[in-house]
């Protein structure tokens, strides 16, 4: 057993975990050691080509974590990617660059947390980024661009931000257009804490260089050559270590054991441990440590140290579905580049290796919606559910809500529902066809395509009613968790979802310029039931059944809360039950947040870093 001393030791390189080591080593002479699963790959172009993010899906930098069969999605197991890499998950998201409403954060402040609210939290928001907006006029006007704010903006931010669109492309700008032409063009920038409205969404792909910007290639390379910060990556952590206190009882985090190259280590902790290593995959290492419910840990016979039955509770993820329509003839998507035909391959790869121009600079999405689901009700006028009528399931199944912070929640979603300046529900544009209904097994949902150019508009559910879990499922640190989202396991989610998902068919087929670029008559859709919805609540709802996905975006296993209400870690992230050890990363969110919650993960990490850093100054 080898044994190594560092003041602290980080587990997890990957968004949260290089954040943190990089600001604690740039802001300290302190010793940090990150300990990372996965490998480098700074160098690797599936990463670094922003349109990759599809290519690294289900390969070897994805712990392709799958859930348990979801009785609400027809018994289906969804793949859940999360990175084994350097770099974590934002070395293989789609990229994807939306910040949360101010609502969600002011609530995380609302359920015990102060300091969480968004006003204290925007800083860290405009910190770790820089934005950027097109050089020219013109392609400024073409995505609608008007609604930027400089003064809630990052300008000096390792994460770069830009735009994907260009004005060759008409579909961006029929996006938003569509959204105003129903009255619902975007007024005030996202990163104010409102955003209600359609519009051209930025992406983390730096703008000079066009190659994705995240964890490793902005944060570690700006720490490069720092003698107090080392990396290492094939680190397998097995457990933490922790002794208890003769004076107060309290376990102390003590380290860290690991296998690194098969070898046996034990990195030793001065200060702290810091756990960063994710949703599904922190409250599994304080399980196999001894922290957590004691009838699961003696289960599994591990010693229980900490009896807290709340850690890997709580699971919350956002689940999004979509539909693919048949664009007209001379309108150039993405489908014959996804569909790796070779002509289109060799061009696109020509153009950007030439150029740093074309498809391969674009990341997953560039186009996004936030709306009411006030609105989504009022727009569709087919539809005749309101509100009200949506309210009444909720004390109907208000049996489901068992806990404390489920039924604080249950509040603060019901809020939203009502509310006209916050949404139940996202909406994007995805330039290309995707597979819904894909072979269960396939790698991602972009296999098995039609030919022909699509667009696929999609939905996802935001602020879901239902909650999961993830735990151990055995003792050995090499077996994955068990994932269990319980999906949809209330029904106001596929409620709330099918809506959402019938105002993207009528936007579709009713409102220009959207219409006027989508066939009408005769055109494909992605599958023959994508067909029959037409409005229609009750076919709509079994397509979310039969479709949905999950976006790829697992919180709140270990909450911040008070522990009696269902908390894994203190308002300062310390784990409760222990000292130096704390939880750095989605997992310590309380409520999902509402956007695309890479931007949150990073804010959440510069506040985290600022809390250390006062916690041990001498």
Not at 135 to 154: K, P
Request: aromatic share 6%; with cysteine.
């Amino acid at each position: 057993m080898e044994t190594a001393d560092y003041d602290y030791v980080v587990v997890g390189g990957g968004t949260a975990g290089l954040v943190v080591a990089c600001r604690l080593a740039e802001s300290t002479e302190a010793r940090i050691v990150v300990l990372e699963a996965g490998e480098s790959h700074l160098e690797d172009p599936r990463i670094n080509i922003p349109a990759g993010w599809s290519a690294v899906l289900g390969s070897d930098v994805d712990w392709c974590f799958r859930t348990t069969p979801q009785n609400e999605l027809n018994g289906r197991s969804l793949r859940h990617p999360q990175g084994k890499v350097l770099g974590g998950s934002s070395a293989i998201n789609a990229e994807a660059f939306i910040a949360p409403s101010g609502a969600d954060l002011d609530h995380w402040s609302e359920l015990g947390n102060t300091g969480w609210d968004w006003r204290s939290m925007q800083p860290y928001y405009r910190r770790f980024h820089s934005f950027s907006l097109p050089e020219d006029s013109e392609t400024r006007q073409h995505l609608g661009l008007d609604w930027v704010n400089d003064d809630v903006r990052g300008r000096k931010g390792p994460i770069q931000a830009s735009f994907q669109g260009v004005v060759q492309d008409p579909l961006s700008k029929a996006w938003m257009k569509s959204f105003r032409t129903i009255g619902h063009h975007l007024q005030t920038d996202p990163f104010s804490g409102e955003a209600i409205g359609g519009f051209s969404s930025p992406i983390s792909v730096d703008p000079r260089t066009k190659t994705r910007s995240y964890a490793a290639n902005t944060y570690l390379a700006a720490a490069h050559g720092r003698q107090n910060l080392q990396i290492l990556t094939g680190a397998i952590v097995e457990k933490i270590l922790l002794r208890k206190s003769t004076e107060n009882g309290v376990y102390k985090a003590t380290g860290v054991q690991a296998t690194l190259q098969g070898s046996n280590h034990t990195f030793n902790a001065r200060k702290e441990v810091i756990l960063a290593a994710g949703a599904f995959q922190s409250p599994k290492i304080l399980e196999l440590s001894g922290i957590g419910g004691a009838e699961l840990l003696r289960s599994h016979n591990i010693n229980v140290l900490v009896n807290n039955p709340n850690v890997g509770e709580n699971l919350q993820d956002h689940l999004m579905t979509g539909l693919s329509y048949e664009v007209n003839d001379g309108i150039m998507t993405g489908d014959a580049l996804i569909r790796k035909e070779p002509e289109m391959t060799d061009a696109a790869m020509q153009m950007y290796t030439t150029a740093k121009a074309g498809p391969l600079c674009a990341g997953g999405i560039g186009s996004y919606a936030f709306l009411p689901l006030t609105d989504i009700l009022r727009n569709t006028k087919r539809n005749p559910m309101t509100i009200d009528s949506l309210l009444k399931l909720l004390p109907s199944h208000h049996d489901l809500l068992t806990t404390r912070p489920q039924k604080a929640h249950s509040k603060f979603i019901s809020s939203i529902l009502t509310s006209r300046t916050t949404s139940a529900g996202s909406m994007f544009m995805f330039p290309a066809q995707v597979n819904l209904h894909n072979d269960p097994n396939a790698k991602d949902f972009l296999q098995n395509l039609l030919p022909g150019n699509f667009v696929s508009l999609g939905a996802a559910l935001v602020h879901p009613f239902s909650r999961g879990s993830v735990h151990i499922s055995s003792p050995n640190p090499a077996d994955p968790p068990e994932i269990n989202p319980h999906y949809l396991s209330h029904p106001l989610d596929t409620e709330v979802l099918a809506h959402y998902l019938i105002f993207l068919e009528h936007l579709a087929s009713t409102t220009e310029p959207l219409t006027s670029h989508i066939k009408q008559y005769g055109g494909r859709r992605n599958h023959p039931t994508a067909s029959n919805i037409k409005g229609n609540l009750d076919r709509a709802k079994q397509y979310v059944k039969e479709t949905a996905i999950s976006n790829n975006h697992p919180a709140c296993t270990c909450a911040m809360m008070p522990r009696d209400r269902g908390g894994v870690v203190d308002s300062r992230l310390r784990v409760y039950g222990t000292e130096g050890l704390r939880v750095v990363d989605s997992s310590i969110m309380p409520t999902v947040p509402g956007g695309n919650i890479q931007t949150s993960v990073y804010a959440v990490a510069e506040k985290a870093a600022d809390l250390i850093g006062e916690d041990w100054v001498v």
